[in-house]
Every structure is written in C-alpha cells, then in structure tokens.
C-alpha cells in the first residue's frame, strides 16, 4: 500500500499521517508533499493506491493536482480534504472520480471512518 498525503499545512499534513498510522497504514507506506508541483513530481516517480489531498494552495492546487493524477493513477483511490466545500465545486471532484470528501476542520472520528473504508477498498483488490 502506497498513500499520498498533500497539503501546505505541515500541522494538517502530520494529523493525516497520524490517522493513517493509526488505521494500520505502516510509516514507510506514506509520502507527503507540500505543495502540488511536488505531488506531480512523485505521482510521476512513483504509484499510489490512495492519495490524499487538499484543494487550496499556492500554485498548482488539488484539483490541477487530482487531473494530473487521473491521467496516470487512475486506479488510486482519492480523499479530497479542504475547508472549502461549496456543493458545486464537490460535484464537480464527484465527477472527476474522487471517492470522498472531508472538511477541514474534520473530526478525528470523521477522519478514521473515511480512512478504514477506503483502504478497506483498497485492501479488497
């Protein structure tokens, strides 16, 4: 199991790797990138069965980041997470294939559910 964790905030970035570890995902399994050009250059090096990431940042965001990943990852499964969560722009990711969505600020228990099912999805493979 390979999993993605994008976002530009370190604090939020270390929270999702905590839940990862804390639902059975092993350390070495996790990779994190700070902003999007860095998770285009490890989608490009590497393949992952779940990628997790945020939406607004500086530069290339999520989405741009969730396009690019399609074209080559398109098996993975994708956890879209922000504090933006217009429905419009959620049916729209819905569309472009994500598996979920979380709004930040997430619970820890919110965060855990999400996690189990879609690794469980993975796992199932």
């Known amino acids: ?3 993605l964790v994008l976002d530009d905030s ?13 639902v059975g995902v092993e350390k070495n ?11 285009i250059r490890k989608l490009n ?13 500086e530069g290339i965001d999520g989405i ?3 396009k690019e990943a399609k074209k080559s990852q398109s098996v993975a499964k994708v956890v879209m997470c922000s504090t933006f969560s217009e429905s419009d722009t959620v049916r729209d990711l819905i569309d472009l294939g994500i598996d979920d969505f979380i709004v930040k ?3 820890e228990k919110r965060i855990r559910e999400t ?6 999805t ?4």
């Open 1 to 3: 199991m390979q999993v």
């Open 10 to 22: 370190d604090i939020m970035r270390d929270i999702l790797v905590k839940q990862l570890i804390a």
């Open 29 to 39: 399994e996790i990779q994190e990138a700070r902003n999007g050009a860095e998770a």
């Open 45 to 57: 090096s590497d393949t992952f069965d779940v990628l997790m990431l945020d939406i607004v940042m």
């Open 64 to 66: 741009s980041v969730l």
């Open 105 to 107: 600020p997430f619970s």
């Open 115 to 120: 996690l189990t099912l879609v690794l469980s």
């Open 122 to 125: 993975v796992q199932s493979k």
